[in-house]
């Protein structure tokens, strides 16, 4: 089964907080510092408080809720997210090709 949901950069119109009420009756909040339209990249991601490098959220994390924490920048940042852990699942590799 898949459970991943990408770890997309935020977009809610440059506010810095969005607030998410799942039908199980847990709360997602996002929140992105210095979110911009010149700041459209994810310099560093944090989930309920803990340093988050991964580029997908699974499914069962976001709606257990809590605090998702976006520190954005007008540059990527190339060291984040590059370790094979932080990938998402892959079909197409479990199978053996690429």
Same mark, same amino acid.
């Given at each position: 089964?898949?459970?991943? #949901?990408?770890n997309? *950069? *935020? #977009?809610f119109? !440059?506010?810095? !907080? +969005? ?6 009756? @847990?709360?997602? &909040? ?7 339209? +010149?700041?459209?990249?994810? @310099? &560093? ?6 340093? !988050?490098? @991964? ?10 809720? %809590?605090?998702v924490? !976006?520190?954005?920048?007008? #540059? *990527? ?15 197409? &590799? +479990?199978? %053996?090709s @690429?």
């Amino acid at each position: 089964m898949l459970d991943s #949901v990408f770890n997309m *950069p *935020p #977009v809610f119109d !440059y506010k810095a !907080y +969005e607030k998410v009420r799942f039908d199980n009756g @847990k709360t997602l &909040e996002l929140k992105a510092d210095q979110n911009s339209a +010149e700041n459209v990249f994810v @310099k &560093e991601a944090g989930v309920n408080g803990s340093v !988050y490098t @991964k580029n997908y959220f699974s499914h069962s994390l976001l709606q257990n809720g %809590g605090v998702v924490n !976006y520190k954005m920048s007008p #540059v *990527p940042n190339m060291k984040r997210g590059i370790n094979q852990a932080d990938f998402p699942y892959s079909l197409t &590799e +479990e199978n %053996g090709s @690429k």
